[in-house]
């Protein structure tokens, strides 16, 4: 004589292990896509970080030429010509390159326009360092310069801004 306890038995014997396992795939599935949504988080988020690092150092370089202009303004005036004319020219040189080598990179990620404001830049800047910083005061010298590295800085941070993370 048996009873219907012994199939109930056996159904639950086989049953319940499946029932985990299905359970365990379906932890397991979610888990992959958890990851896969973090990975893309982290890597635009790392993009988002570059972006804004860049951001700041093009910042810094814009600053670095003026002081360096500024300089070579000093200079000019100072020793018409001569070795510190020189340096002070070649290191304003320098800091221009570095400022276009930045403008450069972070051009190549927008559009055509964005690319044609950082040249304009740097050929404004280069401009300056040939005229020796030009003449009249600081202020007047880069009102123009001012005006499009407000507007690149503005559309860097901007953009930085409006990665998805």
């Excluded at 670095?64 to 070649?90: F, I, Q, S, Y």
């Excluded at 964005?114 to 009102?143: C, H, K, N, P, W």
């Amino acid at each position: 004589m048996s009873d219907g306890g012994g199939t109930a038995k056996n159904v639950v014997v086989t049953f319940f292990p499946m029932a985990i396992a299905v359970l365990s795939l379906v932890t397991s599935i979610y888990n992959g896509w958890l990851n896969n949504k973090f990975v893309g988080i982290i890597q635009g988020n790392v993009g988002r970080v570059e972006y804004m690092r860049t951001c700041k150092e093009i910042i810094d370089a814009y600053f670095l030429v003026k002081v360096r202009v500024g300089l070579l303004a000093d200079a000019a005036r100072g020793a018409p010509a001569g070795a510190e004319l020189g340096r002070e020219r070649a290191e304003a040189e320098v800091a221009v390159a570095k400022f276009a080598a930045l403008g450069t990179y972070l051009a190549n990620l927008r559009d055509e326009a964005i690319r044609a404001r950082y040249t304009e830049l740097s050929r404004r800047l280069e401009a300056l360092v040939r005229e020796r910083g030009g003449s009249g005061d600081a202020a007047t010298r880069f009102q123009a310069a001012d005006t499009i590295f407000a507007e690149l800085n503005a559309d860097c941070v901007r953009s930085a801004k409006d990665m998805p993370l």
